[in-house]
């Protein structure tokens, strides 16, 4: 197929997705949202999905009196999008993906048909002709305005706030041991032109520090010293942190089976719903109810309270299943993991280096090893080659640009690896009932932003399902900015 095919072939593409699209959310504009049903004492809740989202939201209904069946496709916890992605946790670091730049700055790279650059967001062919996909990005360039990129970045930051104090909570009680080491991240200006756009982005973020010389940054984190001539200055955040998430999963795992009896059902994925009935809510609109589901192996669980939807990558076509339209879309990312000699230093702060998409973050050193996570790049591939390496040359690159900010790990062992993460059409993750339905919620949609955000998003969650009306904890966050009825 020759160039002028192609653009024919996409152009056509993007026109029928559209029509289909405003057809659809034509008619869906004019449902409106309404309140849920009484809640049950000691409701039970079918949690579908049992990544870092799906655990965290079981964690909080459980906590708060429900009996939690949490269903997973794959053979255990955290094994796809939780499993070994970036371990930053990163209030600082929340621009959205859907901001004011792209169209100028991306858009020509994303489809271009020559030779991308190593950081350029690739889109797969099979992709061009996804209505799906069509369908996301035009909701996702409707976001890429400055006052759409200023109240995204709002939500997130509240959000994210409110997360690390939920996580700080069930650390303290609970007894959950994973690997964590930075504490803060520092962002690094290789050119005064990025030094001021990094202070620019970091002003309404609080505790910042503001490098502006080489020796300041090397003060701060001293094994940058042997690349002091590629500083000009950097931007720290001490409210930063990381951890390894699969561990974190697995403990969660643990306590929610130890203290809180929740039932895990793996190695079965979602083939239908169960809608039993339409009920009536408070105000008389009318409400299908999901009273269970059907799994591949005709299994059914039904008799559910309350559905909720924690499967990330796989929630948009599990939700056309009830013709809901959910634009949450699969990127995919690459990590490479470096393992050193554990006597070797590594860095105490998370590394962020935007412009090459590096971010670089040190796990606690064990007396076997260290290690050194790094996560980067982004492309789409869709739902077929989820968790597949098809670009090593990639995540080479990222090993190559990790090497030159830290030389002294270069003949150590690395390992590539790759996973798609779940994408909302704005970049602010889906958290919420499903309109028109009075027991099926979604917290879904946060993308590379998941460890950083999930806590806070279960929580909302929770409190959402229960209704609660005392907002004391979290007094600057509300629901509705996160609703999955945002896009209709």
């Given at each position: 197929m020759?160039?002028?095919?192609?653009?024919?072939?996409?152009?056509?593409?993007?026109?029928?997705?559209?029509?289909?699209?405003?057809?659809?959310?034509?008619?869906?504009?004019?449902e409106?949202?309404?309140?849920?049903?009484?809640?049950?004492?000691?409701?039970?809740?079918?949690?579908?999905?049992?990544?870092?989202?799906?655990?965290?939201?079981?964690?909080?209904?459980?906590?708060?009196?429900?009996?939690?069946?949490?269903?997973?496709?794959?053979?255990?916890?955290?094994?796809?999008?939780?499993?070994?992605?970036?371990?930053?946790?990163?209030?600082?670091?929340?621009?959205?993906?859907?901001?004011?730049?792209?169209p100028?700055?991306?858009?020509?790279?994303?489809?271009?048909?020559?030779?991308?650059?190593?950081?350029?967001?690739?889109?797969?062919p099979s992709t061009?002709?996804?209505?799906?996909?069509?369908?996301?990005?035009?909701?996702?360039?409707?976001?890429?305005?400055?006052?759409?990129?200023?109240?995204?970045?709002?939500?997130?930051?509240?959000?994210?706030?409110?997360?690390?104090?939920?996580?700080?909570?069930i650390?303290?009680?609970?007894?959950?041991?994973?690997?964590r080491?930075t504490?803060?991240?520092?962002?690094?200006?290789?050119?005064?032109?990025?030094?001021?756009?990094?202070?620019?982005?970091?002003?309404?973020?609080?505790?910042?520090?503001?490098?502006?010389?080489?020796?300041?940054?090397?003060?701060?984190?001293?094994?940058l010293?042997?690349?002091?001539?590629?500083i000009?200055?950097?931007?720290f955040?001490?409210?930063?942190?990381?951890?390894?998430?699969?561990?974190?999963?697995?403990?969660?795992?643990r306590?929610?089976?130890?203290?809180?009896?929740?039932?895990?059902?793996?190695?079965?994925?979602i083939?239908?719903?169960?809608?039993?009935?339409?009920?009536q809510?408070?105000?008389?609109?009318?409400?299908?109810?999901?009273?269970?589901?059907?799994?591949?192996?005709?299994k059914?669980?039904?008799?559910?309270?309350?559905?909720?939807?924690?499967?990330?990558?796989?929630?948009?076509p599990?939700?056309?299943?009830?013709?809901?339209?959910?634009?949450?879309?699969?990127?995919?990312?690459?990590?490479?993991?470096?393992?050193t000699?554990?006597?070797?230093?590594?860095?105490?702060?998370?590394?962020?280096?935007?412009?090459?998409?590096?971010?670089?973050?040190?796990?606690?050193?064990?007396?076997?090893?260290?290690?050194?996570?790094?996560?980067?790049?982004?492309e789409?591939?869709?739902?077929?080659?989820?968790?597949?390496l098809?670009?090593?040359?990639?995540?080479?690159?990222?090993?190559?640009?990790?090497?030159?900010?830290?030389?002294?790990?270069?003949?150590?062992?690395?390992?590539?690896?790759?996973?798609?993460?779940?994408?909302?059409?704005?970049?602010?993750?889906?958290i919420?009932?499903?309109?028109?339905?009075?027991?099926?919620?979604?917290?879904?949609?946060?993308?590379?932003?998941?460890?950083?955000?999930?806590?806070?998003?279960?929580?909302?969650?929770?409190?959402?399902?229960?209704?609660?009306?005392?907002?004391?904890?979290?007094?600057?966050?509300?629901?509705?900015?996160?609703?999955?009825?945002?896009?209709?």
């Amino acid at each position: 197929m020759n160039r002028t095919s192609r653009s024919i072939v996409v152009l056509s593409s993007v026109a029928t997705s559209f029509g289909i699209y405003k057809y659809v959310t034509s008619k869906a504009k004019n449902e409106k949202f309404q309140p849920i049903r009484s809640v049950s004492d000691h409701p039970t809740s079918i949690i579908i999905g049992a990544g870092i989202i799906g655990l965290t939201s079981a964690y909080y209904l459980a906590k708060s009196g429900h009996k939690v069946i949490c269903i997973e496709k794959r053979e255990d916890v955290a094994l796809e999008t939780s499993y070994k992605n970036g371990a930053l946790i990163c209030p600082s670091l929340l621009t959205p993906w859907a901001n004011s730049d792209v169209p100028k700055k991306y858009f020509k790279s994303i489809f271009s048909w020559s030779s991308p650059t190593p950081t350029s967001t690739k889109i797969w062919p099979s992709t061009f002709f996804s209505m799906k996909f069509y369908r996301w990005m035009y909701e996702y360039l409707k976001n890429c305005t400055t006052k759409a990129q200023v109240r995204n970045a709002a939500n997130l930051l509240t959000l994210s706030m409110y997360s690390r104090q939920c996580l700080d909570d069930i650390l303290k009680e609970n007894a959950i041991s994973f690997s964590r080491y930075t504490t803060g991240s520092l962002q690094l200006a290789v050119d005064p032109v990025i030094f001021e756009q990094l202070v620019e982005e970091s002003k309404h973020i609080d505790d910042i520090q503001i490098f502006s010389s080489p020796e300041e940054v090397i003060k701060h984190e001293p094994i940058l010293i042997s690349v002091k001539n590629r500083i000009y200055g950097g931007v720290f955040s001490s409210s930063d942190t990381n951890g390894n998430i699969y561990e974190f999963c697995c403990e969660l795992k643990r306590i929610l089976i130890e203290k809180y009896n929740v039932q895990f059902v793996f190695n079965e994925e979602i083939q239908d719903f169960i809608v039993s009935s339409t009920v009536q809510s408070h105000t008389g609109h009318q409400l299908r109810h999901v009273s269970g589901v059907v799994t591949t192996n005709n299994k059914k669980f039904e008799n559910a309270d309350n559905i909720i939807l924690a499967n990330g990558n796989y929630v948009m076509p599990l939700t056309e299943k009830l013709n809901i339209y959910v634009p949450v879309y699969p990127v995919k990312g690459y990590t490479v993991e470096i393992k050193t000699a554990p006597s070797i230093p590594l860095p105490k702060v998370n590394l962020v280096d935007d412009v090459n998409k590096l971010y670089i973050s040190a796990l606690k050193p064990t007396a076997q090893q260290g290690i050194v996570r790094v996560s980067g790049l982004a492309e789409f591939a869709g739902w077929k080659d989820i968790g597949v390496l098809s670009e090593p040359d990639r995540a080479q690159y990222l090993y190559e640009q990790t090497i030159a900010w830290l030389p002294h790990v270069a003949s150590y062992e690395k390992v590539f690896h790759s996973c798609s993460r779940p994408v909302s059409a704005d970049d602010v993750p889906l958290i919420g009932r499903c309109s028109n339905f009075d027991n099926l919620f979604i917290n879904c949609g946060h993308g590379s932003k998941g460890w950083t955000l999930a806590f806070g998003s279960a929580a909302l969650l929770a409190d959402t399902i229960n209704q609660k009306t005392d907002k004391t904890d979290r007094e600057s966050l509300t629901s509705e900015c996160y609703s999955p009825n945002r896009f209709q």
